[in-house]
């Protein structure tokens, strides 16, 4: 069954530097997300992207995020300068249609930032 | 954001009998509604959805039902399997949005043998 993969599994990163997530979503999916769970806390969303453009984005969502699919199979998050407070599982998800269709997630990046 | 609650946090139930997790929303703009189940250090894996045109649906052993004038749904598995203990998370999207997912706190469901 075709699944979500992420990359790395964990990623250790000092405070201000910048962190790349990856994700490689289902082949025949159009829509993509990402979210992500403090610990402790629920699974929030953070931003939706269709035919290369963010479609809608969370408050948590600033101009330190960004997201992009450089090559038609990866789907990137980037912070640029993390703070202590971006320490989370990051979750990417995908779905083939953006309603009445389920999203199916990776396994998940646990950031952690010193 | 409390749109989608979970009241439960954990819920022990005998291996062979009825597990119930319960879930409550505000949003009346919500029209999807999805369960997921997520073990550590996985993410949360699909179950079971139901479109709020339906009062019922049904897979295997889980049964989703929704209560819309309450603004209630449910999730019902049966027989409960050792298998199924894991975190099950409710979530809710809204129509005319970009299918982003609200989701509640989770529920910990441990299946006793």
């Known amino acids: 069954e075709p699944e979500v993969t992420q990359t790395p599994s964990h990623q250790v990163t000092q405070m201000g530097q910048e962190v790349i997530l990856r994700c490689v979503p289902i082949?025949?999916?159009?829509?993509f997300y990402w979210y992500r769970q403090i610990l402790g806390q629920k699974v929030e969303f953070l931003v939706s992207?269709?035919?290369?453009?963010?479609?809608?984005k969370s408050e948590i969502f600033d101009d330190q995020f960004s997201v992009e699919r450089p090559d038609g199979s990866n789907f990137t998050l980037k912070i640029r300068s993390t703070k202590l407070e971006d320490s989370a599982m990051y979750f990417c998800?995908?779905?083939?249609?953006?309603?009445?269709?389920?999203?199916?997630f990776g396994d998940g990046t646990r950031l952690s930032i010193l | 954001d409390q749109q989608v609650k979970q009241n439960s946090p954990s819920l022990s139930v005998q291996e062979g009998r009825i597990s119930i997790l319960n879930c409550d929303y505000t949003?009346?703009?919500?029209?999807?509604f999805l369960w997921y189940k997520k073990y550590p250090a996985e993410g949360p894996t699909f179950l079971i959805s139901i479109s709020s045109i339906k009062d019922k649906n049904e897979d295997g052993r889980f049964t989703v039902f929704l209560n819309k004038s309450a603004k209630h749904l449910s999730l019902h598995i049966v027989p409960s399997q050792p298998g199924d203990s894991a975190v099950y998370f409710c979530?809710?999207?809204?129509?005319?949005?970009?299918?982003?997912?609200?989701f509640g706190q989770g529920t910990t469901l441990q299946v006793k043998p």
């Open positions: 979530a809710a999207s809204a129509a005319g949005n970009t299918g982003k997912l609200i």
């Open positions: 992207f269709y035919n290369n453009e963010i479609s809608e």
């Open positions: 998800a995908s779905g083939k249609e953006y309603s009445n269709q389920p999203q199916h």
């Open positions: 082949s025949n999916h159009l829509y």
């Open positions: 949003n009346s703009m919500f029209d999807y």
